[in-house]
């Protein structure tokens, strides 16, 4: 039976459960695809940006950076951050319920790769930029 995947979001869960079970089985060495699953996901590397770059915030800061994104979109991509040890989740027991994410040792390691495709693309916009004019 073909597995029809129906967006990129679920694209990505996919893959993440792919290799999860891949690597419980000593099967896995593609260190690329790892690197890649851990990233995949529209706002992922924004986030890890933010985080990494600004310092912690609190999930209300986060929606606010990120207008376009759903309430759900922006609790799915947090908790596979937090469930791939990247980002820290801290719950704080304030009237009402604070919540703040951080990065971890971990993701502050991912964090030269999201600072490399920032330049990247900063580099690259400007060149299509000077092709169009």
């Known amino acids: 039976m073909i597995n029809i995947i129906k967006d990129d979001g679920e694209m990505a869960d996919h893959l993440r459960q792919e290799i999860r079970t891949r690597l ?33 915030h609190r999930f209300s800061d986060l929606q606010k950076l990120f207008p376009k994104i759903s309430h759900k979109m922006l609790t799915s991509q947090l908790r596979e951050l937090t469930e791939d040890g990247i980002v820290h989740r801290e719950v704080y027991p304030d009237v009402p319920p604070k919540v703040e994410y951080s990065m971890t040792t971990v993701g502050m390691s991912i964090l030269p790769i999201v600072e490399m495709m920032y330049t990247w693309g900063s580099k690259r916009i400007e060149q299509l930029k000077q092709e169009t004019q």
Do not use: Q
């Not at 000593?26 to 770059?53: P, R």
């Open 24 to 56: 419980i089985e000593k099967d896995y060495h593609c260190a690329k695809e790892y690197t890649l699953s851990i990233l995949s996901g529209k706002w992922k590397v924004v986030i890890l940006w933010h985080l990494g770059v600004e310092g912690p």
